[in-house]
């Protein structure tokens, strides 16, 4: 299986201030239609995972543009511009190119 | 869209895990329908998928002990898993996935509210 490794795992963040958290694959996730498959959700606390971004770099419909993603092949960034306080829970990423789909172990925003 | 899911939420271990998913206010054709569950505490995984045609992928860690269905007259898709163990708890969700044509899946933009399942003796 495709092992996916973000980082870090736990980020504490100021209210306003930006973030960024990693995501690594251990094969290229890059596609022959030169689509990135990999995706981004987030699980706030309670609640069923949201799809953030999609194919590496695209904003799922009604995502602020506070989020952004970018990355190719095995190395994956998202960011968040400005922290608000409704961005806390666990963020993952998940690659879709090989079977199994695979996600990361998660990444925990939390408020300072 | 919205996707609706019931099922067992206490089993004895080598019971069958039951649950089904509809699909409430969308299409159900173009998509693929997926099962992804959760482990107290822990990280997501994947189950597998079902296209509405039938055609169905399984996570080889499961294959063994996994039947998705899809019944497209009532717009709704199961999971079957048998012989469960402790290691089966988990909450499960459904989920939609998108394809544009070909291409691999991805984007599961859709899910449902989870269905926690314990097992235990």
């Known amino acids: 299986d495709i092992v996916m490794t973000q980082s870090p795992l736990s980020l504490p963040v100021t209210p306003g201030e930006p973030a960024s958290i990693s995501c690594r694959s251990s094969?290229?996730?890059?596609?022959?239609?030169?689509?990135?498959?990999l995706d981004w959700y987030l699980q706030k606390p309670g609640q069923s995972p949201q799809l953030l971004i999609y194919l590496g770099s695209s904003r799922a419909p009604g995502v602020p543009d506070r989020f952004s993603a970018s990355g190719s092949g095995t190395d994956f960034t998202l960011k968040i511009s400005r922290v608000e306080a409704d961005d806390v829970g666990v963020y993952y990423c998940m690659q879709t190119l090989h079977t199994p789909p695979t996600f990361g172990l998660g990444t925990k925003l939390e408020i300072k | 869209v919205q996707l609706q899911q019931w099922g067992a939420g206490l089993l004895k271990p080598s019971e069958t895990l039951s649950l089904t998913c509809a699909v409430h206010?969308?299409?159900?054709?173009?998509?693929?329908w997926n099962w992804v569950r959760q482990p107290p505490g822990k990280g997501l995984e994947w189950i597998g998928e079902?296209?509405?045609?039938?055609?169905?992928t399984y996570n080889p860690s499961l294959e063994s002990r996994l039947t998705i269905s899809v019944d497209t007259s009532n717009n709704q898709f199961s999971l079957k898993l048998h012989s469960v163990t402790a290691a089966d708890t988990a909450v499960y969700y459904c989920?939609?996935?998108?394809?544009?044509?070909?291409?691999?899946?991805?984007?599961?933009?859709?899910w449902g509210p989870g269905t926690t399942v314990t097992v235990s003796s």
């Open positions: 094969q290229s996730l890059l596609h022959s239609d030169r689509y990135n498959y």
């Open positions: 206010g969308g299409s159900f054709s173009g998509y693929f």
């Open positions: 989920a939609r996935g998108l394809r544009r044509g070909i291409s691999p899946r991805y984007g599961l933009d859709v």
């Open positions: 079902i296209y509405h045609s039938g055609k169905v």
